[in-house]
Nanobody, 114 residues
Framework: QVQLVESGGALVQPGGSLRLSCTAS????????MSWYRQAPGKERELVAA????????NYADSVKGRFAISRDNAKNTVYLQMNSLKPEDTAVYYC???????WGQGTQVTVSS
């Protein structure tokens, strides 16, 4: 069965940094596009970043370009999201996704506040 487990979320002050992790199982991770999404209260879930199977190509939402970096370790079946210079508007539950699949983990809460 497909399983996605997100971790690393926390309460952090504006300007701070966090590193999120998503460990996956149940599919051939090394052949899969992976991505990070986020959802704030009352808002639609939005794409934050995506990465190609070997990590050679990445894409980011305009709102996070220059601040966030997506990466992956195929030997560990894990995708990461390094978040720097965090802003209050980054507050959301963050989820990872396998390709365009209908599978979602429990998400991890990121709260940016003084």
């Amino acid at each position: 069965q497909v399983q996605l487990v997100e971790s690393g979320g926390a309460l952090v002050q504006p300007g701070g940094s966090l590193r999120l992790s998503c460990t996956a199982s149940g599919f051939t991770f090394r052949l899969s596009v992976m991505s990070w999404y986020r959802q704030a209260p009352g808002k639609e879930r939005e794409l934050v970043a995506a990465i190609s199977p070997t990590g050679g190509t990445t894409n980011y939402a305009d709102s996070v370009k220059g601040r966030f970096a997506i990466s992956r370790d195929n030997a560990k079946n894990t995708v990461y999201l390094q978040m720097n210079s965090l802003k209050p508007e980054d507050t959301a539950v963050y989820y990872c996704r396998w390709g365009t699949g209908p599978y979602w983990g429990q998400g991890t809460q990121v709260t940016v506040s003084s």
